[in-house]
């Protein structure tokens, strides 16, 4: 855990959020400025800075992430859904703990 870290702060429940998910590894929780129908974030509990060192580091880890996205759009939107990983301050990351956008509910545009 990152003592600066807001991710790091909302899975250690001292920052509260809606969580939707989680198991001994994993967290996700509803984005609060959300850019989709559904949007929730899916985070790691390990810190890790981005998804290429969270893919070097734990790339089982970074597959279930996945299978976490895909369960969320199951349940919420038949299965479709966008996944974004933003990797660095020019891609638009402003929370350096890895975190997937799981973007659902509603059908989007290209």
Same mark, same amino acid.
């Given at each position: 855990?990152?003592?600066?870290? %807001?991710?790091?702060?909302?899975?250690?429940?001292?920052?509260?959020?809606?969580?939707?998910? #989680?198991?001994?590894?994993?967290?996700?929780?509803?984005?609060? $400025?959300?850019?989709?129908?559904?949007?929730? %974030?899916?985070?790691?509990?390990?810190?890790?800075?981005?998804?290429?060192?969270?893919?070097?580091?734990?790339?089982?880890? %970074?597959?279930?992430?996945?299978?976490?996205?895909?369960?969320?759009?199951?349940?919420?939107?038949?299965?479709?859904?966008?996944?974004?990983? $933003?990797?660095?301050?020019?891609?638009?990351?402003?929370?350096?703990?890895?975190?997937?956008?799981?973007?659902?509910?509603?059908?989007?545009? #290209?």
């Amino acid at each position: 855990m990152a003592d600066d870290c %807001l991710f790091c702060k909302i899975i250690a429940g001292e920052i509260p959020s809606t969580k939707v998910y #989680e198991d001994d590894t994993t967290c996700a929780f509803k984005d609060i $400025n959300p850019k989709a129908k559904v949007h929730v %974030l899916i985070v790691p509990k390990k810190h890790c800075a981005n998804v290429a060192e969270l893919a070097k580091s734990d790339p089982a880890e %970074l597959a279930h992430i996945v299978e976490i996205a895909q369960s969320i759009a199951d349940k919420e939107f038949h299965g479709a859904y966008r996944l974004i990983f $933003n990797t660095g301050e020019d891609a638009g990351q402003s929370v350096f703990h890895v975190h997937a956008h799981v973007l659902t509910g509603e059908t989007m545009e #290209e």
